[in-house]
């Protein structure tokens, strides 16, 4: 039986990583940055091998998970490499509200069987479950990744569904997360019984080490539509995205430093070969993807990142916070039967109403896109009452204050999605009538949540 592509962890070691950029001073402002819209998840693991902790972009991500540490076959633990980095990840990752696990497993070389010895039977199960309950309280952790890669289909998959019943009892009594790094598709979807799926607080997808070009949108994509098929909640599903190419093993950060443009590419050719990654454009597009049909996004790894503009992880967290849109641009914006976005009689007051209207060329239908996500007219923001998140929430005209609720991003299919409710832009009651109240509402993309920026 083949096997199917497997994150290449250990085999990192193959090439030289390239070492992260600048250290990331440590504020109550970098504090808050991690806590996403619509509990989003920015997921990334940091290897024993390779990194340096303090330029771990904490204020981006909300999950750190530190691998591995390895079973033994008698349900123990071996110990964990470079006890002290993790001590320190911890230590960096609560000061800045990160939350950290201990990711248990890895690709290992293709070698799984002490997992499968331990897991079959109840003995050492047990041994398992005490043993890692003592780490993470050892290591002062939030939780457990269980990265077995892979059980197989059938008595195997049976045991490893035992083993994630008795985990999540003991780790979610102690208010700790279980998660699980499963395969992108194939044979050994099937290794992971759907009991699984309501043991855990969520799945991380690897969606990489497969399609062609590597880690494509469509097959990232599908990989986890996959899974959702199979009933994992669209909550509990975080796409991985990879941080290195293929077929040879690239960092991304090092694929840039050959030539900036890499940044802004999915291929590239290196010594004669095509190595194919996921560049910024296409992360950005996965993460919108995400935030409409999924729970987050994972990240294999952060040490391959680069610490400037140019970042991955700071991709995702732009596209989640609603981006830098194009900054000045000046105009109308049309919505349903070409009716204009409109401020109602021109008013300039806080919480005057923004309505559709027949266009007519006026100020109050004059809009700016700011480069901090607002909607401006007559020198006020376009608001969300009250910075409310339930639908059928107003949109008014109000100071402009740097709130959420004046954020607006423009996703893919033409909405404009509110990131502090996770809601859109929508004419009430799909109507186009003059006076129409605009307000926020479920995502849809129907043709009252369809807008036309200038």
């Not at 996921?278 to 597009?285: A, C, D, L, S, Y």
């Not at 914006?333 to 309505?355: L, M, P, S």
Request: charged share 15%.
């Amino acid at each position: 039986m083949s096997s199917p592509p497997r994150r290449s962890a250990l085999a990192a070691g193959l090439l030289a990583l390239a070492t992260a950029g600048a250290t990331l001073a440590l504020s109550p402002a970098t504090a808050e940055a991690a806590v996403l819209p619509n509990n989003f998840k920015s997921v990334g693991y940091l290897p024993s091998w390779s990194g340096d902790v303090t330029a771990v972009q904490y204020g981006k991500l909300t999950h750190v998970n530190y691998a591995f540490v390895l079973p033994n076959s008698n349900g123990t633990l071996r110990p964990v490499e470079n006890p002290g980095k993790l001590s320190q990840l911890v230590s960096l990752g609560h000061a800045n509200n990160v939350k950290v696990s201990i990711a248990i497993g890895g690709w290992n070389n293709g070698d799984d069987s002490a997992f499968e010895a331990l897991a079959a039977n109840a003995s050492t199960r047990t041994t398992f479950v005490n043993s890692v309950v003592t780490f993470v309280d050892q290591y002062h952790l939030d939780g457990v990744d269980m990265d077995w890669e892979y059980p197989d289909p059938g008595a195997s998959a049976t045991n490893y569904g035992l083993l994630m019943q008795q985990l999540s009892s003991a780790l979610h009594s102690r208010g700790k997360l279980l998660t699980a790094a499963v395969v992108s598709e194939g044979y050994y979807v099937q290794g992971v019984p759907t009991s699984v799926f309501g043991q855990v607080d969520w799945l991380n997808i690897m969606a990489y080490d497969g399609g062609s070009p590597h880690a494509n949108y469509d097959w990232s994509i599908a990989s986890v539509n996959g899974w959702k098929s199979r009933g994992l909640p669209a909550a509990k599903a975080v796409l991985g995205v990879p941080f290195y190419s293929r077929p040879g093993y690239y960092t991304y950060s090092a694929l840039v430093g050959m030539d900036p443009a890499n940044a802004n590419r999915d291929c590239t050719t290196v010594g004669g070969v095509q190595q194919c990654y996921n560049g910024v454009p296409t992360v950005k597009r996965k993460t919108q993807w995400a935030m409409a049909n999924a729970g987050g996004m994972m990240n294999w790894e952060l040490s391959q990142d680069r610490n400037d503009s140019t970042s991955l992880v700071g991709a995702i967290y732009d596209t989640v916070m609603g981006g830098t849109p194009p900054t000045g641009r000046t105009g109308p914006i049309t919505g349903i039967a070409g009716k204009c976005v409109d401020v109602a009689a021109a008013g300039t007051a806080n919480g005057t109403a923004i309505q559709l209207w027949s266009c007519n060329g006026t100020a109050a239908q004059r809009w700016t896109v700011g480069g901090d996500g607002t909607l401006r007219a007559l020198g006020k923001c376009a608001d969300v009452a009250g910075g409310g998140t339930a639908n059928g929430t107003k949109v008014q005209l109000w100071d402009c204050n740097g709130t959420g609720a004046q954020v607006w991003q423009a996703q893919s299919n033409g909405t404009l999605r509110n990131p502090q409710s996770n809601k859109c832009l929508d004419a009430t009651d799909n109507s186009s009538a003059d006076g129409t109240r605009l307000q926020i509402w479920d995502c849809f993309g129907g043709a009252n949540q369809v807008w036309r920026l200038p």
